[in-house]
């Protein structure tokens, strides 16, 4: 029988990739960092964002965009709990093991892992998970536990990364495949991000939605490397006509108000239109 586990936390201010064993690579998982690693399966990872925006729509709040910077954080505690064998927010050490016992230190706490990668934070929540075979499983039961929920629903919230390591665990019956999980939600100090059609990777129609963060008196939008189109009040949500053109399609916003300034970007993949 597989048992699934949930954790969360919050403070303010389809295919596998091969994952090594743990005796192999438990030592790069050693003090308070965060280490850029692989994905293992990106389509996982993205549907966690997509279904996270999609309930997010269905209780009227804005999409989060998703960043590097905490797709980073969060992949490496998905692979940090693997390696060395904890369910935590925490980072734990492996120290020693007699018998059936493991020993660990805590170099840090999540929100010093997270901070000190995803710089100029104002707000951090993580949610993690064990167990869950696909997206819309480990989203369930998220949404099923009050606190995780109030984790994706988060007004405070921006920026989201997601994190998913893969390994062999041992339980009744013998050896499994499990699945970590790791949702992290930020926002940083003057970051307002563009977020395109609730951050899904692609659409098939140029007529996209736009979600724009902060209040502004005025903005300007651009497609791709175009000129800029005339200034006009901002407005946090609107439709917009991508460049009908096959391929990796972006859409920038300047932003003023007074002596206050801002340029945020974000690409989406279309579909369809001539090609590229």
């Not at 308070?32 to 399966?41: A, G, Q, R, Y």
């Not at 999609?54 to 905490?70: E, F, I, N, T, Y």
């Not at 709990?81 to 230190?105: C, I, P, Q, S, W």
């Not at 019956?173 to 940083?188: K, Y």
Request: proline share 4%; glycine share 8%.
């Amino acid at each position: 029988m597989r048992t699934h586990y949930l954790l969360a936390i919050l403070i303010s201010a389809s295919a596998f990739a091969a994952a090594p064993a743990r005796a192999q690579d438990a030592s790069v998982f050693k003090g308070c960092t965060v280490v850029p690693l692989p994905s293992v399966n990106e389509a996982f990872e993205q549907r966690v964002v997509e279904l996270t925006n999609d309930h997010r729509a269905s209780v009227g709040l804005p999409p989060l965009k998703r960043v590097s910077l905490l797709d980073e954080t969060a992949r490496y505690h998905a692979n940090d709990m693997r390696a060395e064998d904890y369910f935590a927010h925490e980072t734990l050490d492996l120290d020693r093991v007699e018998g059936n016992t493991y020993y660990y230190k805590v170099p840090c706490d999540y929100s010093q892992r997270i901070g000190k990668h995803y710089k100029g934070w104002v707000t951090l929540s993580e949610n993690i998970a064990q167990g869950q075979e696909t997206p819309e499983e480990v989203v369930a039961d998220w949404l099923n536990s009050p606190g995780h929920r109030a984790n994706i629903e988060g007004k405070d919230f921006r920026e989201i990364g997601v994190g998913l390591s893969v390994g062999e665990t041992q339980g009744c019956g013998g050896t499994f495949t499990t699945l970590w999980w790791v949702q992290n939600f930020g926002a940083r100090r003057n970051v307002h991000p563009l977020v395109i059609n609730r951050e899904y990777a692609q659409t098939d129609n140029p007529q996209v939605e736009i979600y724009i963060y902060g209040r502004w008196a005025q903005m300007r939008l651009r497609n791709d490397d175009g000129e800029w189109g005339q200034w006009q009040p901002f407005s946090n949500s609107f439709t917009w006509q991508l460049n009908a053109v096959a391929g990796l399609r972006q859409v920038c916003a300047e932003l003023r108000s007074g002596s206050r300034r801002e340029t945020t970007c974000d690409t989406i993949l279309l579909t369809t239109g001539a090609p590229g």
